[in-house]
């Protein structure tokens, strides 16, 4: 199995999972240009994808999905709820192509097993995926207002997460958003804070070497090395030496990660 975190932040997210076999994406939150310049910088072809999975209709998800899906002729896979949020916001998409994907449902894909669960955030029905390939496990969950046991019972025990560190709570607090939108963002609803973020992975990591990437990184109130750090002495606290039993990776807005192998 193999990812790229193609783009991050709260600008718009998209990710690529693939093997051998099968090759998907996990949103198109950026534009239909900055995707195809993105899987060709990992030497991907969009005329190879199988499929777009979607984890709920904000436009920092969204945005080049029906683009995308017209030009390569993908399907996209949401749930129903998601569906009716999506049909007028990504343009016309063809019957054959719309497909549903329901919450704790598990699909197959070629050799690439995929699973969705429910995640909390204010979206008609939001979800993560995790991806299993032979042994080896991805999870992907961002857009968190919390980390509830469940999703901590489903996204446990892979090699690698992609997973939401979204912004520095002071930083926040001080910033120029409205209250209402702080307010939001700080709910069960609203996103994972670095502090969050890093409680939440120190109760789960196993410390066997598991790579992490800190996703969906707020532009005004957050920084990539602060969310790092946060992180890291949080894991650190708990007895996680980072660099050897857990290893923290960089995410981009505006550029892939490296393609990396499971």
């Not at 910033?175 to 702080?182: F, L, T, V």
Request: proline content about 2%; some cysteine.
């Amino acid at each position: 199995m193999r990812f790229s975190v193609l783009a991050s932040g709260s600008t718009g997210n998209a990710i690529y999972v693939g093997t051998d076999h099968t090759s998907l994406l996990i949103d198109v939150g950026i534009t239909g240009k900055q995707a195809e310049a993105a899987l060709e910088e990992i030497g991907v072809k969009p005329s190879e994808l199988k499929g777009i999975l979607v984890t709920h209709e904000h436009v920092d998800h969204i945005k080049g999905i029906g683009v995308m899906a017209r030009r390569y002729n993908i399907p996209i896979y949401a749930n129903l709820k998601t569906w009716n949020e999506l049909d007028g916001q990504i343009g016309t998409i063809k019957e054959e192509q719309r497909q549903t994907f329901e919450v704790g449902e598990r699909r197959e894909f070629e050799d690439l097993g995929v699973e969705s669960f429910g995640i909390s955030h204010d979206a008609a029905e939001p979800m993560g995926f995790c991806f299993y390939h032979g042994k080896k496990k991805l999870s992907v969950a961002t857009d968190l207002g919390y980390v509830s046991s469940k999703i901590v019972e489903t996204i446990q025990g892979a090699d690698a997460y992609v997973f939401e560190s979204n912004h520095d709570v002071e930083m926040l607090r001080m910033s120029q958003y409205p209250w209402s939108i702080k307010r939001r963002i700080l709910s069960d609803v609203g996103h994972l804070s670095n502090e969050a973020a890093g409680e939440a992975l120190g109760d789960f990591l196993r410390g066997q070497g598991e790579r992490v990437f800190l996703a969906h990184l707020s532009k005004e109130n957050n920084m990539m090395e602060l969310a790092k750090l946060t992180v890291k002495n949080i894991l650190e606290e708990r007895g996680l030496s980072v660099g050897q039993d857990v290893h923290l990776r960089e995410t981009f807005p505006h550029r892939p990660t490296r393609l990396e192998e499971l």
